[in-house]
């Protein structure tokens, strides 16, 4: 096992350019076929929940999902556009064998994905995705029911409620959000209905922007990738917080009422520091990835909690968080996973856990959501041709001169990208002078070692 075997899945599900290979109505339909086929255990009816966002090339791929699980001898149950987190939570509730979401998240309108969520609402495993993968690059002939045994589609209208009902239930009974004004942008994406009604109808104020959707214009100079229009919007109409949501809703930026963009790490300082004065957070401790700031750490170990990082992907973070027994995690990006209400990431249940505080606390957004002061942060991507310039001893003597630079005092994370012939390059300290410095010549030297491999390799 491991990530050189497989080709299709990749940290979040399939992701690719529409119409294209794998993210094509052909490579849909054998998954649903492969997967309908792994998933057919036993003598019971067997099921599978399909969401979507809000892109055109979704009315292409739902039907080529269907038509292949249909054709394992699975039932379909449609939902049509609802968050991926809602889709993890269907999964359970109707006791299916599988939840599929189409969508690529933060991505523009013309990728696509797919992501497959177990009976129990986790994203499968390594393991998982490739016996699929392997079942799609065999014959698949095995797979396909025989005409008496073929499934059926079925549309469930009630969904949408279900979730709001669900995402509802995660804010204290007897707390509202009357008197508050939000604005909360759904980035043209799968919350656009689902988001101003919770907030609504939990007694707030809702100014809804990126709530028409036409299939184009998802994540389109909107939502929690481009906050700048939100932060406007927030000063204009005197709100008092902005909540900016990705395509598929499982991340989440906010806004202060000054118009300060807020990320993750500073939505686990708050939500960590509450829970563990209710003695509520689990473990004393809190998931989050490498990227994550050196000043939530501190902010932390401050109060007697400790961070545990994690390779980046929402993932990892969820597999940890399970491994270790905590209930509260998340990505810099704004993925924030409250197992305590949920299997994933989830933008709405989240931003309900921050308003909760602002209502008990009876303070403003900028007073309670500037936990920390976070440290000057600088990411280089280096480029490179194919191999890997970080074999290079150069290389490893910079990092390691780096790190003796730096000390206590900041850090050096060095990684090549999941997806494309890239290395990351980030470095944190107190003094942002020597970011600068220090990630520049880290840069320098692996740029080197990219351009010179065979000339390392001789000496």
Known sequence: MGDGTRRLFGTDGIRGVANRAPMDAATALRLGQAAGRYFNRGQHRHRVVIGKDTRLSGYMLEPALTAGFVGAGMDVVLVGPLPTPAIALLARSLRADLGV????SHNPFHDNGI?????????????????????????????????????????????PGRYIEAVKASFPR???????RIVVDCANGAAYKVAPTVLWELGAEVVSVGVAPDG????????????????????????????????????????????????????????????????????GEV??????NLGLERFLQGRGLKLHRTKVGDRYVGEAMRERGCNLGGEQSGHVILSDYGTTGDGLVAALQVLSVLVEEGKSASEMLRRFEPLPQKLVNVRHAGGNPLADPRVAD??????????ARGRVLIRPSGTEPLIRV??????????????????????????????????
Do not use: H, Y
Not at 101 to 104: F, G, L, P, V, Y
Not at 128 to 140: C, H, P, S, V, W
Not at 144 to 152: D, I, S, T, V, Y
Not at 287 to 292: G, N
């Open 101 to 104: 979401m189409i969508s690529a």
């Open 398 to 407: 910079a990092i390691a001169a780096a790190e003796m630079e730096l000390g």
């Open 287 to 292: 998931v989050a990835t490498v990227m994550s």
């Open 426 to 459: 980030m470095v944190e300290a107190e003094e942002e002078g020597l970011v600068e410095s220090l990630t520049e010549r880290l840069a320098g030297v692996i740029r080197a070692a990219a351009a010179a491999p065979a000339k390392v390799a001789a000496e």
């Open 216 to 283: 184009f214009n998802i994540n389109d100079a909107c939502g929690s990738t481009a906050p700048g229009a939100l932060a406007t919007l927030v000063r204009e109409r005197r709100a008092d917080l902005g909540i900016a949501l990705d395509g598929d809703a499982d991340r989440l930026v906010l806004v202060d009422e000054t118009g300060a963009v807020v990320d993750g790490d500073q939505i686990l300082a708050l939500i960590a520091s509450s829970w563990a004065s209710q003695g509520r957070l689990r473990g």
């Open 174 to 180: 007897g707390r509202s959000l009357e008197g508050l």
């Open 115 to 159: 992501k497959l969520f177990g009976p129990d609402g986790l994203k499968l495993s390594d393991a998982q995705e490739e016996a699929i993968e392997a079942l799609m690059a065999g014959d698949l002939a095995s797979a396909l029911a025989a005409p008496g045994k073929l499934g059926r589609a079925s549309r469930l209208e009630d969904a």
